[in-house]
């Protein structure tokens, strides 16, 4: 595994250019952001470095280098985590399946902290053991969300010569120094009025530390070494890197001076990315290390102002909400909320994601079924569903191209499912020729029973249950009414049986009541 991770990283800074810089302009806030040089790729986002919705323009033409932050593994990952992880894993698939843009994607595994060394003792164990085990139960937690994994994963520490290096660099350029303890601490004051880019940064209270700090605001780029910890060599004496230096240097290791998006959640923002930034700057000697700082909006348990997190004790685990719902439904519930804004969980939210997919869901099955010569219904517009879709496709990739605007990309998929099932209403071959009534409908190839009306969203039941489906517009929800088998309860939702989708779309087959069903 380490020699993957280590030749991985080589053949990425193979790919990567490693210069700096261009024109300079001021942002709202009042800090110098620069307009990078490159590929424009004709998407707007907002960069947390200037507070505005900026021109994504890349480096090198359809490739974006991406660094994220990565966990720190001590305990097991949670709802607030995977919020965030399944939102930019959505960001980086629109730039790749919308806009051919290949993403190169590095993130950092801490490995070495404080709360490893703590569970540690805690458990009578080595913090390698503690990091190794959730480092791979957070793997598993991503696989399972499908989350597409990086490109590279790095740790801390083996990653802590290079770190040693870095902070040499950093002193060599006069903005760090050594305490006679063997603390080495990143000098604030030597970059002036450049500390601060994010809101909070000025003014706000600086790391706790040696009484021989030059200023309060000044950081730990290497901590001396305490008794029963890890500990490296280097030219400060035995001691383990800080928190924010580890991120610098991996990601510079990877890709150099230039970095094109940097992301993390919105409480990463100040200190870690405020200080990374100044590390990074201070090292490459640089105008602007990373171009772009995309942050996620925190996760909070629906009636809570407070996010969720392990210190909190509020969080809920990966493991346990996929007992309860598909990780297709939870990245439908991301996409109903923009990434930058705050959203609240709960279950009345998830059902409502489970319920937009069942729709989509749905008006595939029976598309696909159209297309296979299986679902029989009046002739169909055909230049109407050109149009609803060219629409569809321009809306969708309009929307995205406007700070990846997935509620609003929603909205314009569904009004084309709208206007599908519109088109698709099923008839049977006897109700053409009179045998059937009109409210009972079936397809004899399918086995599938209908009963709708109007332009309203219609979907399929195995016959053998014999229900009468009581249809609804399909942006509400919608229920059975049980004729006379005695199997399901009055007024369930329903779930499409036929519905197999493996992409992103739907689980596994199940009826109302979640049991499995066979034709």
Not at 275 to 284: P, R
Not at 330 to 357: G, P, Q
Not at 435 to 449: I, Q, Y
Not at 478 to 488: D, P, Q, T
């Amino acid at each position: 595994m380490r020699w993957t991770m280590i030749r991985s990283g080589k053949v990425l800074r193979g790919l990567v250019s490693l210069r700096c810089r261009a024109p300079v302009r001021h942002s709202a806030s009042g800090q110098a952001w620069v307009t990078p040089r490159g590929f424009d790729t004709g998407i707007k986002t907002f960069n947390s470095l200037s507070k505005e919705k900026e021109a994504l323009i890349l480096a090198r033409e359809g490739t974006a280098t991406w660094y994220s932050c990565g966990p720190t593994v001590y305990d097991h990952a949670h709802l607030g985590h995977a919020c965030s992880y399944v939102r930019f894993d959505i960001l980086q698939r629109i730039l790749t399946r919308v806009f051919g843009i290949t993403v190169i994607h590095a993130m950092v595994i801490t490995d070495i902290d404080d709360k490893i060394i703590q569970r540690s003792w805690e458990e009578n164990v080595s913090p390698a053991a503690v990091a190794r085990l959730y480092e791979e139960e957070f793997k598993r937690d991503m696989l399972s969300l499908k989350v597409v994994p990086p490109a590279v994963y790095l740790r801390v520490t083996e990653n802590v010569h290079h770190i040693v290096a870095f902070i040499e660099g950093i002193i060599r350029n006069g903005h760090a120094y050594a305490t006679k303890e063997g603390d080495v601490y990143f000098d604030v004051a030597s970059i002036g009025e450049r500390y601060g880019k994010f809101v909070g940064a000025v003014g706000s209270h600086g790391e706790p530390g040696s009484s021989n700090k030059r200023d309060s605001r000044d950081f730990a780029l290497w901590k001396r070494s305490k008794p029963q910890e890890p500990h490296w060599e280097s030219p400060w004496g035995r001691g383990r890197p800080g928190w924010h230096i580890e991120c610098s240097t991996v990601a510079s290791h990877m890709f150099g001076s230039q970095l094109d998006i940097h992301s993390g959640g919105i409480d990463l923002a100040f200190p870690h990315h405020e200080n990374e930034i100044a590390q990074s700057e201070a090292f490459h000697q640089c105008g602007q290390w990373a171009n772009y700082f995309l942050h996620s909006g925190h996760l909070h348990l629906k009636g809570s102002a407070e996010k969720m997190s392990k210190s909190l004790k509020n969080y809920i685990t990966i493991k346990d909400f996929l007992q309860s719902y598909s990780a297709e439904e939870f990245r439908m519930f991301c996409l109903s909320i923009k990434y930058r804004s705050a959203v609240d969980y709960s279950d009345s939210s998830m059902l409502e994601a489970r319920t937009s997919l069942e729709t989509i869901c749905t008006f595939l099955s029976a598309a696909q079924a159209y297309m296979r010569g299986q679902f029989h219904c009046p002739p169909v517009q055909e230049a109407l569903l050109w149009q609803s879709l060219a629409e569809a496709k321009s809306n969708v990739r309009t929307a995205l191209a406007d700070d990846f605007d997935t509620p609003r990309a929603v909205g314009a998929l569904m009004n084309l499912v709208y206007d599908g099932n519109r088109q698709l209403q099923p008839v049977s071959t006897r109700e053409v020729s009179g045998a059937l009534p009109s409210s009972e409908r079936r397809s004899p190839t399918s086995g599938m029973s209908w009963t709708c009306s109007g332009s309203t969203r219609c979907t399929v039941r195995p016959r053998r249950w014999q229900a009468v489906e009581t249809c609804r517009p399909w942006w509400s929800s919608w229920h059975i009414s049980e004729a006379k088998s005695g199997h399901l309860p009055s007024r369930v939702r329903t779930t499409n049986p036929a519905c197999t989708q493996t992409e992103s779309l739907c689980s596994k087959p199940a009826t109302p009541s979640g049991r499995t069903w066979s034709p």
